[in-house]
């Protein structure tokens, strides 16, 4: 009975991720292996390269800041450089899509996971479309991780940052509360690489997505169509001062929320990014930043274009019609995950 109850589970799980493409193409040595602990005793291996990393920099300089970072620093140039750097690295000039992965700074094994599955930017994959005249949109995953008030964590990032090449260490202090002052300025950096991409798509490190599926829909978009995701209608402000999604009366006084979008993952049209930066900076913060994002766009004139296929679910079968799904951030869960997704069958018998 448990066997039979498993199969089906597993068949289920493998047909919810089937899409226009095979999985295989996001399963390719999914399989988590240990990682390099980065100690930051093991600094000493590395040579003066790493000391004049500019991450390493703002670290032992204790350059980041707490809130906005100041657009007028004279640390920018230097700033913008470092971010060309790593987006050079990863991002071929034919970039279209810049998948931004906001991560915080003690999530090192959760991004040594990512790029050792869905993360890969060294992989080549091609889709199926129902219209042959279609073609491939080219997409590369950054990171963004910000610093903490601990120089062992922040060296630790640095380090990491400096080996693989491809976080964007924004010098802000990293606090879920204030989440907005990071994701804007790092798009603000992106926009700042003078580099040709299309859509910034930002989400979480607890996200998996069904990119067979969503780089096939970006080509649905229409111009007008600048901020795109799941819109939450009708959504009430929890006043418990020990929620983690409190606002205060003081930050949002009215009862119910305007329109926005859900913030697990939503997609940026780069054309209005420099907008949405100068509004972020003149506006006060919403300390939940998908309404906070989301409001900024709506008062600049634009709409929040609605996509039920961008639905948050956590449950494998409802999750069938979704373009993405919520797997944690539970090591065990996602190798689970990943199996099932490689190989249901052999789970199966094993």
């Not at 204790?62 to 809130?67: R, S």
């Not at 080549?124 to 008030?149: A, E, Q």
């Not at 799904?325 to 689970?336: A, C, V």
Request: proline content about 4%.
């Amino acid at each position: 009975m448990v066997c039979s109850f498993l199969s089906l589970q597993f068949l289920l799980i493998y047909q919810v991720f089937q899409g226009t493409e095979t999985c295989d193409q996001h399963a390719e040595a999914v399989m988590y292996t240990d990682p390099i602990i980065l100690e930051p005793s093991s600094l000493k291996e590395y040579n003066d390269s790493f000391f004049d990393f500019y991450p390493s920099k703002i670290t032992l300089n204790h350059g980041y800041i707490h809130g906005l970072y100041p657009l007028e620093s004279e640390n920018m140039t230097d700033l913008i450089r470092y971010v060309k750097s790593v987006f050079n690295y990863n991002c071929p000039k034919e970039t279209e899509v810049v998948i931004l992965i906001i991560s915080d700074p003690t999530h090192y094994l959760i991004r040594h996971n990512i790029r050792e599955t869905y993360g890969k930017n060294r992989a080549s994959y091609h889709y199926t479309f129902s219209n042959p005249i279609l073609i491939n949109l080219k997409y590369y995953f950054l990171f963004s991780v910000g610093y903490r008030d601990d120089i062992a964590l922040n060296q630790q990032v640095d380090l990491e940052a400096h080996i693989y090449n491809d976080i964007i260490r924004v010098p802000i202090f990293d606090t879920y509360r204030e989440m907005a002052h990071k994701i804007i300025f790092t798009l603000y950096l992106l926009d700042k690489t003078n580099r040709s991409f299309e859509y910034v798509l930002k989400t979480d490190d607890d996200i998996f997505l069904k990119l067979n599926k969503i780089v096939p829909y970006l080509h649905s978009l229409e111009k007008n169509h600048v901020f795109i995701g799941y819109k939450a209608v009708g959504f009430i402000p929890l006043r418990d001062i020990n929620n983690k999604w409190y606002v205060s009366e003081r930050d949002y006084p009215n009862d119910v929320y305007e329109p926005f979008l859900l913030g697990f993952c939503y997609i940026f049209r780069r054309n209005i990014i420099q907008e949405l930066t100068m509004a972020h900076y003149n506006s006060s913060l919403i300390l939940m930043e998908d309404i906070h994002i989301s409001y900024l766009v709506t008062s600049l004139g634009y709409n929040l274009t609605h996509s039920p296929d961008f639905q948050y679910c956590t449950d494998l079968i409802t999750c069938q019609k979704s373009f993405l799904m919520d797997i944690g951030r539970d090591l065990r869960k996602r190798n689970l995950f990943w199996t099932i997704l490689k190989d249901p069958v052999a789970l199966v018998e094993n």
